[in-house]
């Protein structure tokens, strides 16, 4: 697994397009430039027909598109396609007569998404073009070998070490309830030393008494505000649930700096009702059983992830160790043992390659110029555009294809195939969990 967001960013200026000097191009963005100084490839010099005038005039002319722009008052027909002058969002009508429905209602319009530009499609073909060549790497070549001669799969640095396992099994249904004091009530947890760890939280556990939107918090105590702050639908009154949320990324080293603790939780005043608790004790106590007394069973169950979390602990903050809504007074912090404030988590943990991939960057700079070429080619080749340009482009894009051959040793997708064979990986950093069998820091290449 690998971050799309912090691999492109990484990437950056590493391979990309000069900037075009025709004033009716827009501008590129600076993820899409290429830093010659600092020994970026330009896209460009691939092949001589990706310039950006040539792309420009073949590619789908998504410029001209027009939208109605969305007025509340109006009336839409079902399909009919409408877009915020605001976000530059398309959505679509889910109904006929569609009017006075605002755009975030999900009955009547379903987001289609940003408004299609040449600059957006040339990003989506150069982000594609990254994942492609990443995806091709680490999973479609397993012929590699370690320093002993043996085979093995290099998709296997990118492997899930647990998938869907929650905090604690609920035993039963549940009845003793908490008062609602004005506190902040968390679940907080520490990530263990490992780096190249992903946590992920994908889901959400409540047990409440009254179906309600509640707003989470999510604090790190190396920040004053929250690092993250969603609502969650919980619609199973005096029932546990477990809500889908946007998944929760958490890695021991982050932006935040290295360590430092999690809280995840909720402010009891914007309950409606109150939560139903669980004595939910993480500790070894096999004498602990029946009834509420489930804590040696979650303690086993929680020792698969141990090397990973270390034991999460359920804590609340009075209402004088309040900040507002930025992280309470974590010195005021009160650890509690009869009570988990109707929460529990599920944690995925996944090993995680983005720092490999980024220290290793160089190791793939000729192989995504070419891609990305080779890409833009093919889009070029397919595309139903008719200008003189694009009938020009088009007409020697299909000699790269045809004429030139795929066994030729200088078309593009030879040149591929030989720069995936020279990718070499350094595994020194990589945590050992995440390391192919029988490969420990070794240099290893793709055959």
């Known amino acids: 697994m690998f971050s799309r967001t912090l691999i492109n960013a990484c990437l950056q200026g590493l391979v990309g397009f000069r900037q075009s000097l025709n004033p009716c191009l827009a501008p590129l963005p600076a993820g899409l430039i290429v830093d010659t100084v600092n020994g970026g490839l330009a896209i460009e010099d691939a092949h001589g027909l990706l310039t950006l005038d040539n792309i420009a005039n073949t590619l789908e002319d998504v410029d001209a598109y027009q939208y109605n722009v969305y007025v509340l008052a109006n009336v839409y027909n079902l399909n009919q396609l409408v877009i915020d002058s605001t976000t530059q969002n398309i959505y679509r009508s889910l109904v006929v007569n569609n009017t006075n429905n605002t755009l975030n209602n999900p009955l ?64 039963n249904r549940g009845t003793l309830t908490d008062t609602k004091n004005s506190r902040f009530v968390s679940v907080a947890f520490n990530l263990q030393k490992r780096l190249n760890i992903q946590i992920q939280i994908p889901q959400l556990g409540l047990h409440l008494t009254d179906a309600q939107t509640l707003p989470i918090y999510i604090y790190h105590t190396s920040q004053i505000e929250a690092i993250a702050q969603f609502d969650v639908n919980y619609t199973n ?23 430092g603790t999690y809280y995840v939780g909720y402010y009891q005043d914007d309950l409606i009702g109150t939560s139903i608790r669980y004595n939910v004790e993480f500790s070894n106590c096999s004498s602990c059983s029946g009834g509420l007394g489930y804590h040696y069973q979650s303690f086993q169950c929680l020792q698969k992830y141990q090397s990973f979390i270390q034991e999460p602990q359920f804590f609340y903050f009075e209402f004088a160790d309040l900040n507002g809504v930025d992280i309470p007074n974590i010195d005021k912090r009160q650890r509690i043992h009869s009570s988990n404030f109707g929460l529990n988590l599920k944690v995925n943990v996944y090993c995680d390659v983005t720092t490999m991939i980024c220290e290793n960057k160089l190791q793939f700079q000729n192989l995504l110029q070419l891609q990305i070429a080779y890409d833009l080619l093919d889009r070029i080749l397919m595309n139903t555009r008719n200008n003189r340009i694009a009938e020009i482009t088009k007409r020697n894009a299909l000699y790269e294809f045809e004429l030139k051959g795929l066994e030729n040793p200088n078309s593009l997708a030879k040149q591929i195939e030989r720069q995936r064979q020279g990718v070499n990986f350094n595994f020194s950093n990589l945590d050992p969990i995440c390391l192919p069998c029988g490969t420990r820091g070794v240099k290893t290449k793709i055959m």
């Open 108 to 171: 009547f319009w379903q987001l289609v998404g940003l408004k299609p530009t040449f600059i957006n499609e040339l990003q989506a073909i150069y982000d594609n073009g990254i994942q492609k060549t990443l995806n091709e790497v680490f999973a479609l070549k397993t012929s590699i070998k370690d320093e002993q001669g043996n085979p093995y799969n290099l998709s296997g640095v990118a492997k899930s070490l647990l998938s869907n396992q929650s905090l604690y099994e609920v035993p």
């Open 237 to 259: 009154a005096n029932s546990f649930q477990w809500v889908s949320i946007d998944t929760q990324i958490f890695n021991y080293r982050s932006d935040f700096g290295d360590g």
